[in-house]
């Protein structure tokens, strides 16, 4: 089993910068990592995944704007996050996955999420 612990979350101005990390308590070398994110009313999301080939995914909307990397020495995975803009806050969360899938359904390990909130 794997427990994650996301932190770096927090009040930012639009247009700023967050760096998220998401710490694992086991090796993450064999596990796609991704980045997840809910806003109150809505539904989940992907945002970033850090495929354990060394690829990535992006969702169209943070493309550009954020970063996915992974340190497998440190089994953590970070979200540096700029030119954030007020519809980016909600809760972001960290999940692990075997397979290669930015669907939420697929990933079956969870943080408790940290909070991002945006001020315009």
């Known amino acids: 089993q794997v427990q994650l612990v996301e932190s770096g979350g927090g009040l930012v101005q639009a247009g700023g910068s967050l760096r998220l990390s998401c710490a694992a308590s086991?090796?993450?070398?064999?596990?796609?990592m991704g980045w997840f994110r809910q806003a109150p009313g809505k539904e989940r999301e992907s945002v970033a995944i850090?495929?354990?080939?060394?690829?990535?995914y992006y969702a169209d909307s943070v493309k550009a704007r954020f970063t996915i990397s992974r340190d497998n020495a440190l089994n953590t995975v970070y979200l540096q996050m700029n030119s954030l803009k007020p519809e980016d806050a909600a809760v972001y969360y960290c999940?692990?996955?075997?397979?290669?899938?930015?669907?939420?359904?697929?990933?079956?390990?969870w943080g408790q999420g940290t909070q991002v909130t945006v001020s315009s």
């Open positions: 999940a692990v996955a075997r397979i290669f899938s930015v669907k939420m359904n697929d990933f079956y390990y």
């Open positions: 086991g090796r993450t070398f064999s596990y796609n």
């Open positions: 850090s495929w354990r080939d060394g690829n990535a």
